[in-house]
């Protein structure tokens, strides 16, 4: 980083063609021209500040009520942020380009085609030029053909650009509460265009459903448990939610009041024999996905530990956390409690030397409080970042035994089963189970049937996350009934499914890619007809 010379204010502070002119968007911390994108901000006395309350991803955005056209420009903002630690905040043009003030990887960075098609690439240290709560200038400069970024008096990132037209200059304050102060533009101004996301196939939304479910609105796209007062809780970002009338409205109770760095974008809920409610979560204020590209393996610096809390008051106040791993964990997809009261969680473990990830179960049997790691689920396979058998779920046989489903890409589930609660597995071998390369969830219902749902091999002209489906068991996973299609979602995804059984025979789902939530019945399922319903059926 360099100190920003003289004469690179006199070049882009100077006289400007008579094509430029300067528009103040914000002053004094007042709405002058802007566009909100997401949630409202909030108007303080000095400031306008994005909302605290959401979790981890804050889909929040402040934009100029302008967009900014080709040649040169200059914008300038004074801003605050709350935190910096990993906390994704950013200045963007509309919602492709982004210079962001800190990010996953504890430096700041820029991301987008105007960027050269950078996708997340470090620039700097933040906390060189940056202090949390405090007040900081910001600046953005084009000159003929060169980028200049910033904050205060130094120059922290620069670059030949394009000269083209930009769109609407913005600030993203994900996972942070950012203050805008004021902000300002300089430059060959436009009207207003809406800012267009790249689209990702995540964010396809073509879904139908079949006529047997029910759209369910309010539902929370996370974990539920049934706990001993009635209520059903939940858990995201740093909060518990807490439901009495069937998730209608919530109550909030933090997690972390001691001001732990700690947020999680859904957690593992389970209710202990003796009632205490046990959440396990990968911690995404840890977060640094790091590989090394060139020889496909993890970066030593690959890092997502694993924690656990307790509530022994249904989900008003916590135990301190307590860590159960502190390497990469990719996911964690399902937890159980078997009926001798021990509870399994089908834990995520990356192997760096081999370069890939592996399935180990930890294992509690004294209500959350001590913990052990079982043995690995792992065979050979090839180096990948996303490789290994990984995002299990499990649930326990009528014998006695548990028996664990694990995501691989080849075709199907490979199986493993325990005859000691978890404590050690059989080798994992091909189950019968064909599969897309994604996960899905077992759940023995009230009725004591196995319902797993899943993205199974598609029908014909459907790739691999597209369509949702289920499949009833009722001997113990050795016969299921034929995959029926609950959701399809074409050019898009519908998959990482939810399951709760609220009520005997009423089910509750929801799908992390898709972002759909819905409930159907267990009887209306199993009706001879509801093979052939599906909308569209060839």
């Not at 409690?337 to 509690?364: A, D, F, K, N, S």
């Given at each position: 980083?360099a ?5 690179l204010?006199?070049?882009?502070t100077?006289a400007?063609p008579?094509?430029?002119r ?19 901000w909030?108007q303080?006395?000095t400031?306008?500040?994005?909302d605290p309350?959401?979790p981890?991803?804050?889909p929040?955005g402040?934009?100029?009520?302008c967009?900014?056209g ?13 935190h910096?630690d990993r906390?994704?905040a950013?200045f ?18 820029v991301?987008?085609?105007f ?17 949390p709560?405090k007040?900081?200038d910001?600046?953005c ?17 620069q ?11 913005g600030f ?6 950012m ?7 300089t ?13 990702r ?8 459903a079949h006529?047997?479910v ?6 929370m796209?996370?974990?539920?448990v049934?706990?001993d007062?009635g209520?059903?809780?939940?858990a ?8 009495y ?6 109550k909030?109770f933090?997690i972390f ?5 700690m ?7 389970v209710?202990?024999?003796?009632g ?6 990968a ?6 996905f790091?590989w ?8 030593h ?6 924690y ?12 301190p956390?307590?860590?159960l791993d502190?390497?990469y964990?990719g ?6 409690v078997t009926?001798?009261?021990?509870i399994?969680v089908?834990?995520q473990?990356?192997?760096y030397?081999?370069g ?8 509690c049997t004294?209500?959350g ?8 689920l792992?065979?050979?396979?090839p180096?990948?970042d ?9 649930t326990?046989?009528r ?9 691989s ?7 493993a089963?325990s005859?000691?609660?978890g404590r050690t597995?059989t ?8 599969s ?11 009725s004591?049937?196995?319902m797993?749902m899943?993205n ?5 002209g ?6 949702l ?10 016969s299921?009934?034929k995959?029926l ?9 519908v ?19 898709g ?18 319903a599906?909308?569209h059926?060839?």
């Amino acid at each position: 980083m360099a100190t920003t010379s003289a004469f690179l204010f006199a070049a882009a502070t100077g006289a400007v063609p008579s094509l430029q002119r300067t528009r103040v968007l914000v002053e004094a911390g007042k709405p002058v021209a802007v566009r909100v994108l997401g949630k409202p901000w909030r108007q303080g006395k000095t400031f306008l500040e994005s909302d605290p309350t959401p979790p981890a991803r804050n889909p929040q955005g402040l934009y100029g009520d302008c967009s900014v056209g080709s040649g040169d420009f200059h914008i300038k903002a004074k801003l605050t942020l709350s935190h910096l630690d990993r906390s994704a905040a950013a200045f963007a043009f509309a919602l492709t380009d982004f210079f962001g003030f800190e990010g996953a990887h504890n430096a700041m960075f820029v991301t987008g085609p105007f960027f050269n098609n950078a996708r997340g690439k470090k620039i700097g240290d933040p906390e060189a030029v940056i202090t949390p709560g405090k007040p900081f200038d910001f600046e953005c400069i084009r000159k003929e053909d060169m980028l200049y970024v910033l904050i205060g008096n130094t120059t922290v990132y620069q670059q030949k650009v394009s000269v083209r037209a930009m769109g609407p200059p913005g600030f993203r304050p994900a996972r942070s509460t950012m203050r805008v102060h004021s902000f300002s533009v300089t430059g060959n101004l436009e009207p207003y265009t809406e800012p267009k996301p790249r689209v990702r196939i995540s964010d396809v939304d073509n879904i139908t459903a079949h006529p047997f479910v029910t759209p369910l609105p309010d539902l929370m796209e996370t974990r539920y448990v049934r706990l001993d007062d009635g209520g059903i809780l939940t858990a995201t970002g740093y909060q518990a939610f807490v439901s009495y009338d069937e998730g209608k409205s919530y109550k909030r109770f933090p997690i972390f009041p001691n001001g732990e760095n700690m947020t999680f974008r859904k957690a593992l809920a389970v209710k202990a024999p003796d009632g205490t409610v046990v959440l396990v979560f990968a911690n995404d204020r840890e977060f640094n996905f790091s590989w090394d590209r060139k020889k496909n393996l993890p970066n030593h610096e690959c890092r997502r530990p694993v924690y656990t809390v307790r509530s022994r008051d249904n989900g008003k106040t916590w135990t301190p956390p307590m860590q159960l791993d502190d390497t990469y964990c990719g996911a964690l997809n399902d937890a159980i409690v078997t009926g001798r009261g021990t509870i399994i969680v089908t834990g995520q473990e990356l192997l760096y030397q081999e370069g890939r990830h592996t399935t180990r179960p930890y294992v509690c049997t004294d209500n959350g409080k001590t913990w052990m790691k079982a043995d690995k689920l792992d065979i050979e396979m090839p180096r990948g970042d996303h490789s290994g058998l990984i995002e299990a779920t499990l649930t326990e046989l009528r014998d006695g035994r548990i028996w664990i489903l694990l995501r691989s890409y080849h075709g199907f589930f490979y199986e493993a089963f325990s005859s000691d609660d978890g404590r050690t597995w059989t080798q994992p071998k091909p189950s019968t189970v064909k599969s897309t390369g994604s996960p899905g969830i077992l759940k023995r219902l009230h009725s004591g049937r196995l319902m797993l749902m899943w993205n199974a091999i598609p029908n014909e002209g459907f790739k691999r996350r597209e369509e949702l489906s289920i499949a009833f068991s009722d001997d113990d996973a050795h016969s299921w009934t034929k995959p029926l299609v609950i959701l399809r979602n074409p050019g898009g995804r519908v998959s990482y499914p939810n399951v709760f059984e609220p009520e005997p025979g009423r089910i509750w789902f929801s799908v992390g890619q898709g972002h759909y939530r819905g409930t159907f019945r267990e009887k209306d399922m199993l009706k001879q007809e509801a093979k052939t319903a599906f909308p569209h059926d060839r």
